[in-house]
């Protein structure tokens, strides 16, 4: 496997959304970036913060979360970035807080995000690390999920969403490898 050359993390811009759930793929690039030691930047013509970290970019969409691919496509097309050479980082409804998955490819879950991308891209070939926020059902609330996802996670359900990060930074080098193998076992294993 290709190491990833572009991470996308997905989130909404703006303070109103900076702590929301639907935010986490922000907040994974964010500690990814400080792990890199790499600044975040305004960048207009990907429509997005950007910033590259040896081979790799790291990109914040600046669209809404529903125009994504903009961002994404922009920056793939003019580095030549294959999609198989994407990571994206997103909020899961389908996994409780803390949970996490890393594929490639697949549907979209109704997920406005990937789908914007998976239509300017012209597949779902990319890879994916799913951040598990919950759903309101599971989670025992009557809120509507459009409500839910742009809302902050509860007080108990920070920590494992913290650890969760936490987690897919350790598996952060065998990501940067190709070995995304090694991170699924990894990260699909028990959390410690």
């Known amino acids: 496997?290709?190491?990833?050359r572009?991470?996308?993390?997905?989130?909404?811009?703006?303070?109103?959304?900076?702590?929301?759930?639907?935010?986490?793929?922000?907040?994974?690039?964010?500690?990814?970036?400080?792990?890199?030691?790499?600044?975040?930047?305004?960048?207009?013509?990907?429509?997005?913060?950007?910033?590259?970290?040896?081979?790799?970019?790291?990109?914040?969409?600046?669209?809404?979360?529903?125009?994504?691919?903009?961002?994404?496509?922009?920056?793939?097309?003019?580095?030549?970035?294959d999609p198989a050479e994407i990571l994206v980082i997103h909020d899961e409804l389908d996994l409780p807080p803390g949970g996490i998955r890393l594929k490639q490819g697949g549907g979209n879950g109704g997920h406005n995000g990937l789908k914007d991308i998976q239509a300017r891209l012209g597949t779902p070939d990319f890879w994916r690390l799913r951040l598990g926020i919950g759903h309101p059902r599971t989670l025992g609330l009557a809120q509507q999920v459009v409500d839910f996802v742009l809302h902050p996670p509860r007080k108990e359900e920070m920590p494992d969403i913290e650890h969760a990060l936490a987690r897919c930074l350790l598996a952060w080098p065998k990501l940067a490898a190709g070995d995304f193998a090694g991170a699924q076992q990894q990260l699909h294993g028990k959390a410690v």
């Open 1 to 4: 496997m290709n190491p990833p």
């Open 6 to 81: 572009l991470i996308v993390g997905l989130g909404n811009p703006g303070p109103e959304y900076a702590t929301t759930r639907h935010n986490v793929g922000f907040w994974f690039v964010d500690h990814l970036a400080d792990k890199l030691k790499a600044t975040l930047a305004p960048q207009a013509k990907f429509f997005g913060k950007a910033a590259r970290a040896g081979d790799t970019w790291l990109l914040e969409p600046t669209t809404f979360m529903n125009r994504s691919g903009q961002s994404v496509a922009a920056l793939a097309n003019f580095y030549k970035i």
